[in-house]
């Protein structure tokens, strides 16, 4: 919390497909790759995300993880990979921005909201989205050895129940202490963390939201 003061309501945002309109996670790696020339660990992931990877996967044969993305900026130093973070995020901004949501997000700061953005997205971006607004980050981090990326995830990957965790541990294990709750997400995979706040809200996708309908959550645009 900014000062350590004590808000009157918090306000959660996931930032994939809510905040902006594209995952990120992966994408940020295939982003830097491109930055830096990387020319046969471009080749790599494409392969990972080629069209037969997606028939195993679908297949439950082979389906790589967000970490076997992650390995491919193993060795990578921490400085060149802040740098393209800020160059990532700015385009981020500029070309997949949700404006109804960052309008809401607005909002929320006018009204002297605590603002959290939990998601599991990589530090090395988020960290420069809207700092001005923005009272904690909560994401997914990589780890680093000696200023050189570790090609892994320290610590829990923001996702799920991780996200519950990880709140408790950042900002507070009691959500009672706030007046009102808002979590702002577009997937059901955030359904533990929509559960327990006073005000979910989930953002209308391409993809289905019976989910989010049948347990009457409200519903909100993405752009």
């Given at each position: 919390?900014?000062?350590?003061?004590?808000?009157?309501?918090?306000?959660?945002?996931?930032?994939?497909?809510?905040?902006?309109?594209?995952?990120?996670?992966?994408?940020?790696?295939?982003f830097?790759?491109?930055?830096?020339?990387?020319?046969?660990?471009?080749?790599v992931?494409?392969?990972?995300?080629?069209?037969?990877?997606?028939i195993?996967?679908?297949?439950?044969?082979?389906?790589?993880?967000?970490?076997?993305?992650?390995?491919?900026?193993?060795?990578?130093?921490?400085?060149d990979?802040?740098?393209?973070?800020?160059?990532?995020?700015?385009?981020?901004?500029?070309?997949?921005?949700?404006?109804?949501?960052?309008?809401?997000?607005?909002?929320?700061?006018?009204n002297?909201?605590?603002?959290?953005?939990?998601?599991?997205?990589?530090?090395?971006?988020?960290?420069?989205?809207?700092?001005?607004?923005?009272?904690?980050?909560?994401?997914?981090?990589?780890?680093?050895?000696?200023d050189?990326?570790d090609?892994?995830?320290?610590?829990?990957?923001?996702?799920?129940?991780?996200?519950?965790?990880?709140l408790?541990?950042?900002?507070?294990?009691?959500?009672?202490?706030?007046?009102?709750?808002?979590?702002?997400?577009?997937?059901?995979?955030?359904?533990?963390?929509?559960?327990?706040?006073?005000?979910?809200?989930?953002?209308?996708?391409?993809?289905?939201n019976?989910?989010?309908?049948?347990?009457?959550?409200?519903?909100?645009e993405?752009?």
């Amino acid at each position: 919390m900014k000062g350590g003061v004590l808000k009157r309501n918090l306000a959660i945002f996931d930032f994939c497909e809510t905040l902006v309109s594209k995952q990120t996670a992966d994408d940020f790696v295939y982003f830097y790759l491109s930055s830096n020339n990387k020319v046969f660990k471009k080749i790599v992931f494409k392969s990972l995300k080629s069209k037969f990877i997606s028939i195993l996967s679908r297949l439950n044969i082979y389906k790589p993880s967000k970490s076997t993305y992650l390995m491919l900026l193993k060795g990578e130093k921490r400085e060149d990979l802040n740098a393209v973070g800020r160059i990532y995020a700015e385009e981020l901004i500029r070309e997949y921005l949700c404006q109804n949501l960052f309008n809401v997000l607005k909002s929320h700061s006018d009204n002297g909201d605590e603002i959290v953005i939990l998601s599991g997205g990589y530090d090395l971006y988020l960290k420069y989205c809207w700092p001005n607004l923005i009272d904690n980050i909560i994401c997914t981090k990589i780890s680093f050895s000696d200023d050189l990326c570790d090609g892994s995830i320290q610590g829990l990957d923001c996702l799920g129940y991780n996200k519950i965790t990880l709140l408790n541990k950042v900002i507070c294990n009691d959500l009672s202490i706030y007046k009102e709750t808002y979590f702002y997400t577009d997937h059901v995979s955030d359904l533990p963390l929509l559960s327990i706040v006073s005000n979910p809200v989930v953002v209308n996708t391409n993809r289905s939201n019976l989910w989010a309908k049948e347990r009457g959550f409200k519903i909100v645009e993405q752009k």
